[in-house]
């Protein structure tokens, strides 16, 4: 998979629902940190996890600094860890289909499977085959959340909503933002059309192509996180196909009137890991922050991160989430979204360029 790749999918999550409307940037990368820590932990993250809500319990319950970096797609990260000593990086977050990208370079330590609440996970979103190999575990599922259709309850009829077709109607014609990132929006596409994203090939490609066109013109907008999601926030759009929990979730209080659904075809869902660096020198307090975020006071806090909010991947954090926050989240519907769910496409590196330039050629006309 290749950078723009990479960043695109650090772009899919990394401007909150909530910050990405009201400053139109990324969190800070660094969290307040206790004054005399002891020892200090460092952290490739996304920026859910620079929330100090988050960030401080664990410091002042350990007497450590953390030091967090961000960073823009796992090609990035590898090349942050390429560039630096053995020992610099403790903690890797990364996207959970790429995990396997960090096993192949034996960046990431194995983590002993009893150290994680694997039974308290999502079936779902375990993903032992990203997760795991040969029987060994080098990350553990943390979030998770979708890509499929946000809107104005207020201005569209949510029942059309529950149905991904309607998107291709004159009903909505120039109410539509477009989310601007290829991959999910050719599976999204895909799943339109019948075609399960895992199943997509090349040969896809060109009926595809033909029903992105037809979407752009009854699309007002193909745009990035933050113009989609102002677009939708100020009323100049009713809908942004492509968006989820991640982009409306934290604006709800605010914005009541603004609502995310799976239509009954389905949408794609996305997924982020956590894991211990193989050279750190602090694997024990490493792997002692992993099971943090993956506890579920942990869970709840990184659910509702003033970055972006997201589906905790531990099922015992419902209870620490309030009813507002499960609602938004859509909790009591997880059950019967994860089965409508696909995962993105993992494309070979040739079917991955082709479906850029399409994607490109649809942008362009």
Same mark, same amino acid.
């Given at each position: 998979?290749?950078?723009?790749?990479?960043g695109a999918m650090f772009a899919r999550r990394f401007l909150s629902s909530a910050?990405?409307?009201?400053?139109?940037?990324?969190?800070?990368?660094?969290?307040?940190?206790?004054?005399?820590?002891?020892?200090?932990?460092?952290?490739?993250?996304?920026?859910?996890?620079?929330?100090?809500?988050?960030?401080?319990?664990?410091?002042?319950?350990?007497?450590?600094?953390?030091?967090?970096?961000?960073?823009?797609?796992?090609?990035?990260?590898?090349?942050?860890?390429?560039?630096?000593?053995?020992?610099?990086?403790?903690?890797?977050?990364?996207?959970?289909?790429?995990?396997?990208?960090?096993?192949?370079?034996?960046?990431?330590?194995?983590?002993?499977?009893?150290?994680?609440?694997?039974?308290?996970?999502?079936?779902?979103?375990?993903?032992?085959?990203?997760?795991?190999?040969?029987?060994?575990?080098?990350?553990?599922?943390?979030?998770?959340?979708?890509?499929?259709?946000?809107?104005?309850?207020?201005?569209?009829?949510?029942?059309?909503?529950?149905?991904?077709?309607?998107?291709?109607?004159?009903?909505?014609?120039?109410?539509?933002?477009?989310?601007?990132?290829?991959?999910?929006?050719?599976?999204?596409?895909?799943?339109?059309?019948?075609?399960?994203?895992?199943? %997509? &090939?090349? =040969?896809? @490609?060109?009926? /595809?192509?033909?029903?992105? #066109? $037809?979407? +752009?013109?009854?699309?007002?907008?193909?745009?990035?996180?933050?113009?989609?999601?102002?677009?939708?926030?100020?009323?100049?759009?009713?809908?942004?196909?492509?968006?989820?929990?991640w982009l409306t979730a934290g604006l709800v209080k605010d914005k009541p009137n603004?609502?995310?659904?799976?239509?009954?075809?389905?949408?794609?869902?996305?997924?982020?890991?956590?894991?211990?660096?193989?050279?750190?020198?602090?694997?024990?307090?490493?792997?002692?922050?992993?099971?943090?975020?993956?506890?579920?006071?942990?869970?709840?806090?990184?659910?509702?991160?003033?970055?972006?909010?997201?589906?905790?991947?531990?099922?015992?954090?419902?209870?620490?989430?309030?009813?507002?926050?499960?609602?938004?989240?859509?909790?009591?519907?997880?059950?019967?979204? %994860? &089965?409508? =769910?696909? @995962?993105?496409? /993992?494309?070979?590196?040739? #079917? $991955?360029? +082709?479906?850029?330039?399409?994607?490109?050629?649809?942008?362009?006309?």
């Open positions: 998979m290749n950078n723009a790749f990479q910050a990405a409307f009201s400053l139109g940037a990324v969190c800070a990368i660094v969290a307040p940190t206790p004054l005399f820590a002891q020892e200090e932990l460092n952290a490739l993250v996304w920026c859910d996890h620079t929330d100090p809500a988050l960030i401080e319990p664990f410091e002042k319950a350990n007497d450590v600094k953390v030091n967090l970096k961000g960073y823009e797609g796992t090609g990035t990260a590898l090349s942050i860890i390429d560039q630096s000593r053995p020992g610099d990086w403790d903690v890797l977050v990364i996207d959970g289909v790429d995990v396997q990208r960090a096993v192949d370079k034996n960046i990431l330590a194995e983590i002993p499977a009893d150290a994680l609440p694997t039974a308290d996970i999502f079936p779902e979103v375990r993903m032992p085959a990203n997760n795991t190999r040969d029987g060994k575990t080098y990350a553990v599922t943390e979030k998770f959340g979708y890509n499929t259709v946000s809107f104005d309850k207020t201005k569209v009829d949510p029942a059309d909503m529950k149905d991904i077709t309607k998107l291709w109607s004159d009903k909505y014609k120039g109410k539509i933002a477009v989310y601007d990132y290829y991959l999910p929006m050719i599976g999204l596409t895909g799943i339109a059309l019948g075609r399960p994203t895992a199943d %997509l &090939k090349e =040969a896809d @490609l060109p009926t /595809i192509r033909d029903k992105l #066109f $037809d979407l +752009k013109k009854y699309a007002k907008q193909v745009s990035d996180v933050v113009s989609s999601q102002t677009a939708l926030a100020t009323g100049e759009v009713d809908i942004v196909f492509g968006g989820g929990e603004l609502d995310w659904v799976i239509p009954d075809q389905g949408a794609v869902r996305w997924a982020q890991s956590i894991g211990v660096m193989k050279d750190s020198t602090k694997k024990d307090l490493a792997l002692k922050f992993v099971q943090y975020i993956v506890s579920p006071e942990g869970q709840a806090r990184l659910a509702t991160s003033s970055c972006y909010w997201a589906m905790p991947a531990n099922k015992k954090a419902g209870p620490l989430l309030s009813a507002e926050q499960k609602t938004a989240l859509r909790w009591d519907q997880q059950a019967e979204y %994860l &089965k409508k =769910a696909q @995962l993105y496409p /993992i494309p070979t590196p040739d #079917f $991955d360029a +082709k479906m850029q330039d399409v994607w490109t050629e649809m942008l362009q006309n």
